[in-house]
């Protein structure tokens, strides 16, 4: 049994080659068009500029969302304010256990002594 994202991956494979094995056909050999098309030269002419177009566009748009992306980014925090920050955590965690221990050196410690249940008559 197939799952269904390995049948939409055997679909698009081969749709690709299909599409593939069309544009090498057509742009070396267009004749076969001929019954359809009369310009066969606008027909290659378009094989080429078609994904050339597609590619270009692509192209300037992951150029564009980059330029977008860092335009809208706020900078980094600089090195030395992120290892003073850094530090001063590493300080107050060690003077919070300071005073936990103080504390626990200082509190006295409590016996709890178990109570008894209080047995029910009949």
């Known amino acids: 049994m197939v799952s269904k994202d390995q049948a939409i991956g055997g679909v698009i494979f081969v ?3 299909a599409i593939a094995i069309l544009y ?4 070396f050999y267009p004749q076969w068009l001929a019954p359809v098309i009369s310009d066969i030269s606008a027909v290659q002419f378009w094989v080429i500029a078609i994904p050339v177009l597609i590619a270009f566009v692509a192209v300037m748009a ?27 955590k590493k300080e107050e ?14 509190a006295p410690k409590e016996e709890k002594k178990p109570e008894k249940k209080a047995k029910k008559e009949k």
């Open 62 to 88: 992951i150029g564009a969302w980059i330029g977008w992306t860092m335009a809208t980014t706020p900078p980094p925090k600089p090195i030395e304010e992120i290892t003073s920050e850094l530090e001063e």
């Open 15 to 17: 749709v690709c080659v």
């Open 93 to 106: 965690a060690a003077e919070v256990k300071e005073a936990e221990k103080t504390e626990a050196a200082e």
């Open 24 to 27: 090498v056909v057509t742009l």
